[in-house]
């Protein structure tokens, strides 16, 4: 039993490597949450049905012989448009952001299902573009070493959604949604209209986490419509671990912390199954049990130490 | 030129709350007029100023700014010309972002949608001039999150923000209230300073009696959700404070109350 608790090197490795394939994929979703929950200070939980969407897109469109590459585009177009249901319904008809996002949640599920005409669409023996781009690295450069394919694509591709991410908080446009979430009259009474400033942040959002969403099912080799439960959980995991972890002094460091908080959280679950203590059904309780410390280990931070360091929290919002 | 038509405001209309907030007030506001306005709480003060901004739609009446009816034009639209400066030094600022962020934003208006960036070499120069002018010693602190600040700071950026890109009409509603006796004069001298250089239009809501005297070319006093006095010229400029409360007393047969006036 005892040496059970222990995981060797050899285990260690190909561990690390699973997260980080996981933590990045899975980041550009975090992303997404960050810039509701973060910048908007919107509770959107859009997130469960979008996630979802973008994977049933992308399959969809690939087991029907789409190009994977316009198959994903596609999905990040699906997702801005979820954003943007869940916009218009919380800023035209002024419903709540919590109902506003879980009616479109629930409408996407049913929506899910009708796209894939199943509940489950598998993509083995299908191009993906991950198989594309080992193909054509393959061509130039026989000895490429496809097994990599993965971790050097997701590092890529979430760190330049993160550079535009950044780039975008830094225009004037990107200005008026930080101050929207931060303080929606001032803002107002600079002549931004915060209900357009809402829906544009929920169209990036969602858009990013469909986005997420079709390359993870190419990932795993198959889009389920059950695969978007407590995704929003797992992005927030990422976002306040990043956060308590590494700030917010900065939108750089902020949007980094996001990547590592979500590789962070995919090697602590990792870690815990491997100790075969908990086994792979029990990953959504650890998922939110990881959340409720993350929540709740600040204060009990301050309780010995008066922080300086301010931030929004998400305990009591 | 400003003109308040027959505005009503009713708060919680058919409830046992129901609350005339404004009732039947009109106001004509030439160009260049700096009016300070006094009345006990909840005398419709703010709520005035918050009409003539469209945080919320008016029951009847019209508001027209330079010819042009605005009463429909929604909040966002109407801060392409109207400054605002409230009460509560958090509201004016956004308190995460930095204070060259947030100038940068009074700096766009009203283009603040734009895919430009939000700052560069040359917009940090302007803001630091334009700090370095001030009393405030906040020209090195333009990368200091706005949450750092004090509230005489706050409130100090929040005009500046106002009046940056110069507004017809500047709203100030007792902007110096929280504010400690030192920064209360610190913040009402820089108003005038920056309310003259700029001959900015201006409604200044104040309860403390001697500013609305000292300060401003016209002195209007509400009561109820109206106007119940409107002095101006040289009435204006040689009224004393035991002479105004004497006049309200004739004029409504009551005393003037509110525990917040300050007399002195
Ligand atoms: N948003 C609101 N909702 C309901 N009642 C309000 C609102 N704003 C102001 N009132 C009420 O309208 C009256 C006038 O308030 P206000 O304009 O704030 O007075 P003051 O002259 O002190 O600024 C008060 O009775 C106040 O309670
Ligand atoms: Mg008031």
Known sequence: MLQNLFITIFELVPMLLKSAEQGLVFGVMALGVYITFKIL???????????????????????????????????????????????????KAQISDLLSGILTMTSLYSINLRIMGKPNTPLLNQSTIYSLISDFFSKIWPSFPTEYTYIMFFIVFALLIKILLDAFLKTQIGFALRATGDNPQMIRSQGVNTDLAKVIGLILSNGF????????AQYQGFADVGMGVGTIV?????????????????????TLGVLLGSFLYRFSIALVL???????????????????IALTAPRFKQTFKVS????KSYGNS | MVILEHIHKIFHRNTPNENHALADLSLEIQDGDFITVIGSNGAGKSTMLNAIAGVFPIDSGRIILDGQDITNLPEHKRA????????????????SMTIEENLSMAYARPNNM???????????????????????????????????????????????????KKPKLLLLDEHTAALDPKTAILVNSLTEEIVHKNKITTIMVTHNLEHAIKMGNRLIMMHKGRIVMDIKGEEKATMTIPRLLNKFEQLQGEKFVDDRVMLA
Not at chain 1, 209 to 215: M, R
Not at chain 1, 234 to 254: C, E, H, Q, R
Not at chain 1, 308 to 311: I, L, R, T
């Open chain 1, 41 to 91: 200070n919107f509770a959107d939980l859009t997130v469960d049905g979008s996630f979802p969407l973008g994977a049933a897109v992308a399959a969809s469109l690939i087991v029907s012989g789409y190009n994977p590459f316009f198959a994903t585009f596609v999905a990040f177009i699906a997702g801005a448009l979820a954003g943007a249901m869940t916009g218009l319904l919380n800023t």
């Open chain 1, 209 to 216: 986490i469909a986005l997420s969403g079709a390359l993870v």
């Open chain 1, 234 to 254: 797992a992005g927030l995991a990422s976002v306040i671990i990043g956060d308590s972890l590494f700030g917010s002094k900065t939108i750089f460091i902020s």
């Open chain 1, 274 to 292: 491997s100790f075969r203590l908990a086994q792979a059904s029990d990953l959504k309780l650890l998922t939110a049990i990881v959340v409720i």
């Open chain 1, 308 to 311: 300086a360091k301010g931030g």
């Open chain 2, 80 to 95: 392409a010309f109207i400054g605002r400066v409230f009460q509560d030094p958090m509201l004016g600022t956004a308190p």
């Open chain 2, 114 to 164: 734009s895919l430009r960036w939000g700052l560069d070499f040359n917009r940090r120069k302007i803001f630091k001039e334009y700090l370095k002018n001030l009393p405030l010693g906040l020209e090195d602190r333009l990368t200091t999150k706005v949450k750092l600040l004090s509230g005489g700071q706050r409130q100090a950026l929040t005009l500046i923000m106002a009046t940056m």
